[in-house]
């Protein structure tokens, strides 16, 4: 064989494997986008928006009675437009137990741009005003955990960590 033929022979070979990465790159791509899907977990694959939590502040709420609830304004620092956001809330009781769980779909936030405030509430507390600052005064204090996550179902990161104030009360009557 001479040498021009087997030079040919092996451009031959170098397209032939390039034609075939060209085809089985987006191939691969489909199946593994559709499988993500079907198993529930392409959201592992989305990244993590860009949101900053401004004016935030926890309360006590009085809805008949008191109960436990944060107050937040969601910014998209991001430079593209955010669709769904959920914030939950964990209201955690003096003795550790998720006393409630509350959450909040926020839809459409422009890229730059904030939106709310929000109030979110948890739904069970203290019959009346005495009782919450009886146990207030003693040192003992609710507790909240707040995750965020773009499916309203899950599953959820958590953003922080603290305690409902018990200066701060607001009435929804």
């Known amino acids: 064989m001479n040498e021009t033929s087997e030079t ?9 494997g390039c034609i075939s990465l060209i085809l089985i790159i987006p191939l691969v791509y489909i199946v ?11 959201h592992w694959f ?11 502040s926890t ?3 009085d809805r008949g009675i008191w109960v436990p609830g944060i107050k937040v304004t969601v910014k998209n620092t991001g430079n593209k437009d955010l669709h769904n956001y959920i914030i939950k809330v964990d209201f955690i009781d003096l003795n550790g ?3 409630s769980e509350s ?3 926020i839809k459409d936030i422009p890229a730059g741009r904030a939106k709310g405030p929000f ?3 948890g739904n069970t507390g203290y019959k009346n005003f005495i009782a919450l600052m009886n146990i207030t005064s003693e040192g003992k204090f609710w507790s909240y955990d707040l995750y965020y996550s773009t499916n309203y179902n899950g ?3 958590k953003i922080q960590s603290g305690h409902i104030d018990p200066l701060n009360q607001m009435s929804e009557k």
């Open 8 to 16: 040919s022979e092996e451009n031959v070979t170098v397209l032939k």
């Open 32 to 42: 593994f986008t559709t499988l993500s899907s079907i198993l529930g977990i392409s």
């Open 46 to 56: 989305e990244p993590k928006p860009s949101v900053e939590l401004i004016d935030f």
């Open 59 to 61: 309360n006590w709420y």
């Open 97 to 99: 137990t998720i006393a």
């Open 103 to 105: 959450k909040e779909w």
């Open 119 to 121: 109030s979110i509430r």
């Open 155 to 157: 599953p959820f990161t």
